[in-house]
């Protein structure tokens, strides 16, 4: 069975059920906690998380791209992407569930 994705609102239902705090204030602190890491990736391009992972910014150069339908070849423009490198207790742990 497919589960659904992991939303804001479901974490912030985690926070509340296990700290007890308001359904209103757990939103503000996942919705904070977001905006702050996504401000520090702007700002310093990466974040350490330890016994988590890393999240880094890097740069992906123009390329020529196809539509694999038509064949029809289009430029797509330079870009940054985030890429997450998971650590080993998170590999591990989700290996071996």
Do not use: W
């Not at 239902?13 to 308001?22: D, Q, T």
């Not at 905006?35 to 890097?58: C, D, H, P, R």
């Amino acid at each position: 069975m497919h589960r659904k994705s992991l939303t804001k609102r479901d974490l912030a239902n985690k926070l509340n059920m296990r700290l007890g705090f308001s359904k209103n204030n757990s939103l503000l602190l996942v919705a904070d906690f977001f905006e702050t890491m996504a401000n520090e990736l702007i700002k310093s391009k990466k974040i350490k998380i330890t016994s988590f992972g890393t999240f880094q910014v890097f740069d992906k150069k123009s390329r020529v791209g196809r539509n694999p339908k038509t064949k029809k070849e289009y430029q797509i423009s330079a870009r940054k992407v985030v890429r997450f490198k998971p650590s080993y207790l998170v590999k591990k742990k989700i290996n071996n569930s």
